[in-house]
C-alpha cells in the first residue's frame, strides 16, 4: 500500500502526492492507475518510502530513522548568556524583560566574576564533549548596557579559544539593538570577528510603534546609526525584525526599506514569543499567515535571506527532514544574569528551570533536558501525519507550553506557517513541472531538484550570516 500519510493536492489535470518525510513529490496526470504509479515508483528507485507493508508501523519507521541521528542525544554546543537585563528601551513585544516583571525580579548586569566563571564552566563542559563548532550567544536586555564586562568577555572567549579550550572553533554572536553602538565600539567587535544581530523593525513608523525608549520616543534612528556604523567598520552585522501587525500591514515598504535600502546580508523575521500570564499588544499572527508567505515571496526576488523563514524553505530543496526547531532540544544552554543555568531565555528567572549548576554535565541528567531532547513533531501525537511535520521541528517550545499548556504540543505560529509554506512549495512546483510535463507528454513526474530549486528564486543555498550552524543543527536526510 502507499505510504498513509502522503498529502495530496489536486490541480487542474492532475494530482500531486507529497511524500512529508523525504519530501519527494510525484505529479500524476488524470487517469492514472495504482499500478502505473507503483510501477513508476519502482522504476525511479523510490518505492522503499512509498510502497509500505499493509502491516506499515509508523512508529518502527519513525524510530529506526531517529536512531540513525543525534536525537534524544543531550550534546551541548551553544551557550546563550546574559551579560544584563537591563535595557534602555521598552520594547511592547519584550519577552525577557517583561517575563522577569511578572516573576518578581530586578534587572542587573552579570558581574564579571560571574561571567567568566560561566565560560570557565561552559568551556568544562565542552571539553568532556566530542569536538564540535561551538556558538556562544550574548544577549541581554542591552549587552551594551554592560560594556566592560562584555568587551572583558569577548577577549576572554578568544584568547581560551585559542588554548581550544572550547574543543572546537567558537562563533560568537552578540544581539543588541544598535542604539548604543559606537565607532570604538564597532572596532572592536571587527577585530574579535563577532557576528551582530540588530534589532531593527522594517520602516521608521513600524520600528518605532513597538520599540521605544524608557521616555516612549522612538529609536529607529538611533539603531539605524549603529547597523551602519558596524558595516562601515566592515562588521559582519544583520537586521533581526519582529513580525508584528503594523510589519505586516506595511510589508511592501518594510522590504523595499530591507532589499533598496539598507541591504544587509540578511535578515531574521520572528513571530511572537508568548509572554508568560499577559497579551502582547495587537498579537494578530495567525491572521497575518499570508502576509508572512508574501514576505519570502518578495524577499526572494532580490536575494534577500530571511533565516527564520528558510529554515520551513531550506529542509524541502534540501531534502532533510527539521527534527527539532530550537536549539534547547538538547543541544543549548542558557545562563542568567546570576550563573544560574537553565533550559530556555523564555523561562529565565523561573526557579524550577534556573538555578545554580557548578558542574554542567548534570544538564544531561536533568528530567527537564531530558524531556525536551526528545520533543519532535515525528513523535508528537496531534502531528503525526500533518503535511508540515517534516518541517516545522515543533516551533518553540515555550510558546507550546504557554498556548497549549503541553510541553509535546507543537507552537501553534510555527504549526500554522508551516502548513503555508508547504502549500505554497506545492504551487510553485506544480508550475515549474508542468513545462516538463508538457513538452515530455509523461503521464506521471517526478520532481527534479531543478524544479525543487525555483523555490529558491534568486536566493542562494549558503550565506556567510550568523547561527547557521545553530539553524542547520537538527536537520537530516533520511537515506533511501
Known amino acids: 500500500m502507499l505510504f498513509p500519510y502522503l498529502h495530496k493536492v489536486r490541480f487542474e489535470d492532475c494530482t500531486a502526492l507529497f511524500h512529508p518525510l523525504t519530501f519527494d513529490v510525484v505529479f500524476c496526470k488524470d487517469g492514472t492507475s495504482e499500478e502505473e504509479l507503483n510501477a513508476f515508483l519502482e522504476q525511479k528507485g523510490i518505492e522503499g518510502h512509498w510502497l509500505v507493508p499493509d502491516d506499515f508501523s509508523y512508529d518502527r519507521y519513525i524510530d529506526s530513522f531517529l536512531a540513525s541521528s543525534t536525537y534524544g542525544e ?34 542587573h548586569n552579570i558581574s564579571r566574576e560571574d561571567a ?90 513600524v520600528h ?18 549603529g547597523f551602519e556604523t558596524l558595516i562601515r567598520h566592515g562588521c559582519t552585522a544583520v537586521i533581526s525584525s519582529v513580525f508584528t501587525d503594523q510589519y505586516a500591514e506595511h510589508l511592501d515598504e518594510c522590504l523595499k526599506a530591507m532589499t533598496d535600502d539598507i541591504k544587509p546580508k540578511s535578515i531574521g523575521l520572528n513571530l511572537f514569543h508568548v509572554l508568560e500570564d499577559q497579551d ?27 533565516e527564520h523563514i528558510m529554515r520551513r524553505i531550506r529542509p524541502l530543496t534540501d531534502r532533510k527532514i527539521r ?38 554535565r548534570e544538564v544531561r541528567r536533568d528530567p527537564e533536558f531530558q524531556k525536551w531532547s526528545v520533543r519532535t513533531p515525528l513523535k508528537m501525537k ?26 509535546y504540543s507543537p507552537d501553534n505560529y510555527i504549526c500554522e506557517s508551516s502548513k503555508a509554506f508547504i502549500d505554497y512549495a506545492m504551487n510553485q512546483w506544480h508550475t515549474a513541472a508542468e513545462e516538463t510535463m508538457a513538452e515530455s507528454g509523461e503521464k506521471i513526474h517526478l520532481l527534479t531538484q531543478k524544479e525543487r530549486d525555483t523555490l529558491l528564486g534568486s536566493l542562494k543555498k549558503e550565506y556567510d550570516i550568523p547561527l547557521q550552524t545553530v539553524s542547520k543543527q537538527f536537520e537530516k536526510k533520511i537515506d533511501l
Open 74 to 107: 543531550i550534546d551541548i554546543r551553544t551557550l546563550k548568556m546574559f551579560t544584563t537585563t537591563l535595557c534602555n528601551l521598552a520594547c511592547d513585544y519584550c519577552l525577557i524583560e517583561k517575563n522577569l516583571e511578572m516573576r518578581g525580579h530586578h534587572c
Open 382 to 407: 496531534g502531528c503525526i501525519g500533518c503535511k508540515a511535520m517534516g518541517i516545522c521541528g515543533g516551533g518553540c517550545v515555550s510558546n507550546a507550553l504557554r498556548q497549549n499548556n503541553d510541553l
Open 323 to 360: 527534527i527539532s526547531d530550537c536549539g534547547a532540544c538538547g543541544n543549548r544552554i542558557v545562563s542568567d544574569v546570576d550563573g544560574n543555568i537553565g533550559i530556555c531565555e523564555g523561562l529565565v528567572g523561573d526557579a524550577s528551570y534556573f538555578f545554580p549548576r557548578e558542574d554542567l
Open 280 to 306: 502582547i499588544v495587537n498579537d494578530q499572527t495567525e491572521d497575518h499567515i499570508g502576509e508572512y508567505l508574501k514576505a519570502f515571496e518578495k524577499a526572494r526576488e532580490k536575494g534577500l535571506y530571511i
Open 116 to 205: 567568566f566563571h560561566v565560560i570557565d564552566r561552559f568551556s568544562a563542559l565542552c571539553l568532556d564533549q566530542k569536538p564540535a563548532k561551538r556558538t556562544i550567544m550574548l544577549y541581554g536586555g542591552e549587552p551594551l548596557m554592560n560594556r566592560d564586562t562584555l568587551f572583558a568577555l569577548i577577549r576572554k572567549i578568544r584568547a581560551m579559544e585559542k588554548e581550544d579550550l572550547f574543543h572546537g572553533p567558537v562563533e560568537i554572536d552578540l544581539e543588541c539593538n544598535g542604539t548604543l553602538v559606537s565607532d570604538e565600539d564597532a572596532e572592536f567587535l571587527k577585530e574579535h570577528d563577532v557576528f551582530i544581530l540588530i534589532s531593527l523593525d522594517g520602516i521608521e513608523s
Open 208 to 225: 518605532n510603534t513597538y520599540r521605544r525608549t524608557k521616555q516612549g520616543e522612538g529609536s529607529y534612528q538611533d539603531a539605524r546609526r
